[in-house]
């Protein structure tokens, strides 16, 4: 039986194995004001294997704290997504199993990515209809999120689950395209792994809202956060895509599987997106421990509604 919850683990603190701080972490994982690390949790029941889908993180463990003092003795398989090369390299030399799964964009806000003319033509287009605003964790902006994605999504299909977050919790940032009337038109929700590096986990669009809501959220997120110090907001992942052909047996059959769900998660349109903010692209794996069986891909596809969105396709055939 799936199982999927936020767990508190006690921390051994100061272990004589770290010895440097490891790579950065996971996506969807993020650093906020708690006292011990919690992970959510989803055991994949075939493959008898712990999905750390995400995790909250006292500010002042590394990575590698956190794998010695707690993954490494974890009891049966384990799996992490969204790592980046460095961190699937470093697992790589630990033992682990990695695979590309597809790719992540990441904006310099350093840079002019975001003043370029494609872009700045949807935020003109857009202030008509609004403006931006970054609201402060409260549970009714936490509640206006929730309202947004129910209208935001399609409600007769499956939704993702567990790919990355989907509420507003203290430590997030939360950007909202709100209207003269007060109704939310779309709205932007970032994680904060480390100090520069800031994660879109939600980019929502009410349904017939202006053109240029979400240029105009991630212009205005990526102008805040970048006088705050922060380099680099990440658009996440692109599943599915890569920049290179030389794919193993293993990745070829991830992407083939998950491009068979282009009628209803269009992550070739993610891509083309995504790519208007030009952002530079980088590998993004999957990582097993001991190893990522087919059993642990299918139990990955079940748990994360892959599944559920596949059958939808034929249902509506």
């Not at 690390?37 to 993180?57: I, N």
């Not at 003092?69 to 682990?96: F, I, K, N, T």
């Not at 083309?272 to 596809?301: E, G, I, M, N, Q």
Request: proline share 8%; charged share 15%; aromatic share 10%.
């Amino acid at each position: 039986m799936l199982s999927s919850e936020f767990l508190p683990k006690p921390l051994a603190v100061g272990s004589a194995r770290v010895n440097d701080p490891g790579p950065a972490l996971p996506l969807s994982w993020a650093r906020s004001a708690v006292a011990e690390p919690q992970f959510q949790h989803v055991y994949l029941p075939f493959s008898r294997t712990t999905w750390l889908a995400h995790a909250d993180l006292p500010p002042e463990l590394t990575f590698a704290q956190i794998y010695y003092d707690q993954l490494l003795d974890w009891p049966g398989g384990l799996l992490l997504r969204g790592c980046s090369p460095e961190l699937a390299a470093w697992l790589a030399a630990r033992g682990w199993a990695t695979a590309r799964v597809g790719i992540e964009g990441r904006i310099d806000l350093f840079g002019s990515s975001l003043q370029r003319r494609s872009v700045q033509k949807m935020v003109h287009a857009a202030r008509r209809h609004g403006t931006v605003h970054e609201l402060p964790w409260s549970d009714g902006a936490a509640q206006q999120l929730n309202v947004l994605a129910y209208h935001a999504r399609v409600a007769a299909r499956p939704q993702l689950r567990y790919l990355f977050r989907h509420t507003f919790t203290p430590g997030m940032r939360c950007f909202a395209f709100v209207a003269p009337g007060g109704a939310w038109h779309g709205a932007v929700l970032c994680s904060m792994p480390q100090p520069d590096l800031a994660v879109t986990e939600l980019m929502l669009r009410r349904p017939h809202a202006p053109g240029g809501v979400i240029e105009s959220l991630i212009a205005y997120a990526g102008a805040q956060l970048g006088s705050e110090g922060v380099r680099w907001l990440s658009l996440n992942e692109v599943p599915f895509h890569h920049q290179s052909a030389d794919l193993t047996p293993i990745e070829q059959m991830i992407s083939l599987a998950g491009r068979q769900l282009h009628s209803v998660y269009n992550a070739a349109g993610l891509l083309r997106f995504k790519a208007k903010f030009h952002p530079s692209w980088r590998p993004v794996y999957l990582c097993a421990r001991p190893r990522l069986s087919l059993t642990a891909l299918v139990d990955l596809f079940t748990a994360s509604g892959c599944a559920e969105l596949w059958l939808s396709r034929w249902r509506s055939a």
